[in-house]
């Protein structure tokens, strides 16, 4: 039987300021794979997860979509278990399962009763490595694939803005492609072409189990290490290098003119450290920098922009800290007031930035969202799921779990020349910002 090569531990100490953060017991099998488990035992339900550190990002060149056609594929069974097998047994005893692909990663998840957890352990350990590759179902699953590319992004012209904004944002690094990938190269992929990458990313070494609920950790990790531990550990490391974006010099703007848009929107990109590359403290404070500018009614954005000027109906921002493993991105949105254009609201936002970057914050509103920011978190572990993909994305994104538990001191710990430093971040000279509007009939 496989051993686990770090001993069983807790590591959320209290001091760390860490009641955000449940127990965690961890383990690594023999062929390199991570567990992780996260006891929970409010209702008799387990979540499993099983996270590859592989998404759109790792696409080949001209194939993108390839990571997220190989997630529809993984459904269509092995040897052991044919299409469908699974997916009834599951739900026949009151489960749910689902999967879903980002730019770093790839998740497969299953929430069952707490009793079928080694059923579901043995499926993912089965289509590891066994998945059949069957010309037709390619050929089904691909028509499927643009489908739902035609019908969530080719005719959604908020969809159509934000690609246009990520190519722009990352000109050379694979995440300016979409995870669904282009129409004109999702019709290229084939067999060759999602076996390989198949063959490439779906090893032990580069997966993450992650277990959430009603399960004793020990015998979680026991089960873990006899069902998954036997697949075998690949050779060699991962390749797992990108293109570097050249430094952004100036702004740019670009417009998507659609007959179907109704609303106008502004979506505005700045790229920024991603938690793994920020230095000490400064991912939080960008964390904190979202809620302060768009986090609640109170919030300045919405103040300044709604309340007081009515420029706008609504305001949004956010820190993408578990999306990327290197820059990552930190957005602002809005929509336009009646007879106010997003090119109008989008040089308010820039005011408002340098403003705050000569003002600052009082420490009463960045005390008001450390407070409403740990408690998010806080409510997140009433979800079990939830909580196993915060770790999972995290995870996959280059933190550890040590660094989830501190997370919490480090928030407390911001202060507001923390803020002032993140905020220079946003400076409208490095914005890469997006106009929907409606096209002239």
């Known amino acids: 039987m496989t051993r686990h090569t770090r001993p069983l531990r807790t590591d959320i100490p209290e001091a760390a300021g860490s009641s955000v953060a449940p127990p965690v017991v961890s383990g690594r099998l023999d062929n390199g794979m991570e567990v992780l488990v996260l006891p929970s035992y409010r209702s008799p339900i ?20 390839t990571a997220h056609f190989l997630e529809h594929l993984m459904f269509k069974g092995t040897e052991r278990y044919p299409t469908g097998h699974f997916s009834k047994g599951v739900s026949a005893v009151g489960g749910e399962e689902n999967a879903f692909t980002s730019w770093a990663y790839t998740c497969y998840f299953q929430k069952i009763p707490a009793g079928h957890l080694r059923t579901c352990m043995a499926y993912e350990a089965d289509r590891m490595r066994g998945l059949r590759f069957d010309e037709g179902e390619i050929a089904s699953e691909r028509d499927v694939v643009l489908a739902e590319r035609g019908m969530h992004d080719d005719s959604n012209p908020a ?3 934000q690609e246009a904004l990520h190519a722009a944002a990352f000109p050379a690094h694979p995440c300016g492609r979409p995870i669904i990938g282009w129409r004109h190269e999702i019709e290229t992929l084939g067999r060759a072409d999602v076996e390989a ?13 992650i277990v959430a609920g009603d399960v004793e950790p020990v015998a979680a990790l026991d089960m873990a290490a006899e069902i998954y531990g036997v697949i075998p550990r690949d050779e060699g490391p ?16 670009l417009t998507v003119a659609e007959r179907s848009v109704r609303q106008p929107r502004l979506r505005r990109l700045h790229v920024v450290p991603s938690p793994r590359l920020a230095a000490p403290g400064e991912a939080e404070a960008l964390e904190l920098l979202a809620y302060l500018l768009a986090g609640d009614e109170t919030s300045v954005l919405h103040r300044r ?35 106010i254009t997003p090119e109008q609201l989008d ?29 998010g978190a806080v409510y997140e572990q009433d979800d079990q799921s939830t909580l ?45 910002s997006g106009h929907l509007i409606e096209a002239a009939a």
């Open 46 to 65: 387990v979540t499993h997860t099983i996270w590859y550190r592989n998404g759109a990002i790792d696409d080949p060149p001209g194939k993108s979509g």
């Open 159 to 161: 969809r159509l803005l």
């Open 197 to 209: 990458y198949y063959r490439r990313f779906y090893r032990p070494d580069n997966a993450i189990l």
């Open 238 to 253: 991962l390749d797992r290098s990108h293109p570097i974006d050249p430094p952004r010099r100036g702004r740019h703007r």
């Open 305 to 339: 922009l709604v309340v007081e000027t009515s420029l706008a109906t609504s305001v949004g921002a956010g820190y993408m800290g578990d999306l990327f493993r290197d820059r990552t991105l930190f957005a602002m949105s809005g929509t336009p007031n009646a007879g």
């Open 347 to 375: 040089t308010a936002i820039d005011g408002i930035v340098a403003e705050l970057t000569g003002t600052g914050f009082s420490e009463q509103d960045l005390a008001r969202a450390k407070r409403q920011t740990v408690a």
């Open 388 to 432: 196993a993909q915060r770790y999972g994305a995290f995870l996959c994104c280059g933190l550890s779990h040590e660094d989830i538990a501190l997370w919490r001191s480090r928030v407390e710990a911001v202060t507001g020349d923390d803020l002032l430093r993140a905020l220079r971040h946003l400076d409208p000279r490095n914005a890469v």
